[in-house]
């Protein structure tokens, strides 16, 4: 058989399986576009991170060398991109959609 058939036949093999896949999983595949849907910030990623360390916002202020202000800025961000209300609903949204582990 000619090498550049069996080449492209396995080509359109792994095309059909990886769409098969994508039918199989579409919930999965909507979660990782969620994820970067939300669009958080270098800086919203280190806070999320840090309250899922226990940190309070004077902590992550002296962590981060920023204002308490500024940290609870990025905070009500975070929150409002993650549509919740409170730290651990945070935390574990962001653990979730593996935002955090």
């Not at 958080?40 to 999320?48: A, D, F, P, S, Y």
């Amino acid at each position: 058989m000619n090498p550049k058939l069996i080449a492209k036949d396995n080509s359109l093999n792994v095309l059909m399986e990886t769409r098969a896949f994508a039918q199989l999983y579409p919930k999965y595949l909507e979660e990782d576009a969620e994820i970067h849907n939300l669009k958080l910030t270098k800086t919203e990623v280190q806070i999320i991170h840090l309250l899922n360390d226990g940190m309070s916002n004077c902590h992550i202020s002296d962590y981060l060398n920023i204002k308490i202000d500024t940290v609870k800025f990025h905070t009500r961000n975070l929150y409002a991109k993650l549509g919740v209300k409170s730290r651990l609903k945070a935390v574990q949204i962001a653990k979730i959609k593996k935002i955090i582990e």
